[in-house]
């Protein structure tokens, strides 16, 4: 089945680690996406990926990485400088070409405990 | 900053009943989508509507774009129980892939 898959559902981090979340697509997109959804305040972007090897900030970037080194992969890094990482975050991709119909993976939630 | 901004935030209904929200956004877009999220899942398409469109249907959505009001509405009729979700609009940015989504309107259909 095709698909976009997120790994783990549920992560816990201890304060100053960094953690990595998945993001699996066999759509063959060329378009992917990483949003942060906290209660009350909506999806925000975090950063996106157009093609292979190249990625933009998004309006809450500061904190976070991101490499796109296999079409099919767009991992997540959430690292010790962001400072509230505790959240629901959501990976998604489109094919990018004027068709920007977007797929969402079931998400992962981070704790920090 | 986020582009779309829902109206209203939530909204409570009847089943059978119809249920409109609203969403406004800030600068020029190439087409408006709208999403439903059930609770702490990803968020699934529902319907896509491009900027030189005013009005698109899809079963019982209905979606109209006023491009020079900069707004949209997602009218959702004879509701059940079972469109319980947040439901979101998401605007591209002219010129990129960027995908901007809103804060959501939370729909509560009462049986």
């Known amino acids: 089945d095709g698909g976009i898959t997120q790994s783990p559902k549920y992560l816990f981090r201890k304060e100053g680690q960094n953690v990595t979340l998945s993001c699996e697509q066999n759509?063959?997109?060329?378009?992917m996406y990483w949003y942060r959804q906290d209660p009350g305040q909506g999806l925000r972007l975090i950063y996106y990926?157009?093609?292979?090897?190249?990625?933009q900030k998004g309006d809450i970037a500061e904190g976070y990485s991101v490499s796109r080194e296999k079409k099919e992969s767009f991992p997540l890094t959430v690292t010790s400088a962001q400072k509230n990482p505790t959240a629901f975050y959501l990976c998604?991709?489109?094919?990018?070409?004027?068709?920007?119909?977007?797929?969402f993976g079931q998400g992962t939630r981070l704790t920090v405990v | 900053s986020q582009q779309g901004e829902e109206d209203p935030q939530a909204l409570s209904i009847q089943e059978g009943e119809n249920a409109t929200m609203n969403c406004s956004y800030k600068?020029?877009?190439?087409?408006l989508q709208w999403y439903r999220q059930n609770s702490g899942r990803g968020l699934v398409h529902l319907i896509l509507?491009?900027?030189?469109?005013r009005e698109k249907h899809s079963g019982r959505l209905r979606v109209t774009l006023d491009t020079s009001k900069k707004s949209s509405s997602l009218l959702i009729t004879a509701s059940r129980a079972a469109d319980t979700a947040s439901y979101f609009c998401?605007?591209?940015?002219?010129?990129?892939?960027?995908?901007?989504f809103g804060k959501g309107t939370k729909l509560t259909v009462n049986p």
């Open positions: 990926s157009q093609i292979v090897n190249d990625f």
């Open positions: 759509l063959n997109h060329d378009a």
């Open positions: 600068t020029s877009i190439n087409n």
């Open positions: 998401a605007t591209d940015v002219s010129g990129s892939e960027k995908l901007v």
């Open positions: 509507i491009r900027s030189n469109e």
């Open positions: 998604a991709s489109s094919t990018g070409q004027g068709l920007p119909e977007a797929f």
